[in-house]
């Protein structure tokens, strides 16, 4: 049974820092994609960034320049580093583990950040 379980969160004043870090147990962590997503409420879940098992990013616009995704194999871990947060990226910020070519696609069960202004 493939878990991932994010941990990082909090309550940030606007400007603030936070690094979302997000564990997988139970497969082969190299070989998925993983993903941060977030949902805000009242609104749908979208993606803030992804990171294939090659190591190419990919970012959504309103993040870019401020977010970084990185992993780390060794340790079965994925990081969201949020630098310049905004009361906008106020969300739960979810991790997802992802290979497409087989349907296996895998949530955490998100973690609260808060940004206030």
């Known amino acids: 049974q493939v878990q991932l379980v994010e941990s990082g969160g909090g309550l940030v004043q606007a400007g603030g820092s936070l690094r979302l870090s997000c564990v997988v147990s139970?497969?082969?962590?190299?070989?998925?994609?993983m993903g941060w997503y977030r949902q805000a409420p009242g609104k749908q879940r979208e993606l803030v960034a992804t990171?294939?098992?090659?190591?190419?990013?990919n970012y959504a616009d309103f993040v870019k320049g401020r977010f970084t995704i990185s992993r780390d194999n060794a340790k079965n871990t994925v990081y969201l580093q949020m630098n310049s947060l905004k009361p906008e990226d106020t969300a739960v910020y979810y991790c997802?583990?992802?290979?497409?070519?087989?349907?296996?696609?895998?949530w955490g069960f998100g973690t609260q950040v808060t940004v206030s202004s």
């Open positions: 997802n583990a992802a290979r497409r070519f087989y349907a296996l696609n895998y």
């Open positions: 139970g497969s082969t962590f190299s070989l998925y994609a």
């Open positions: 990171i294939a098992n090659s190591g190419s990013t």
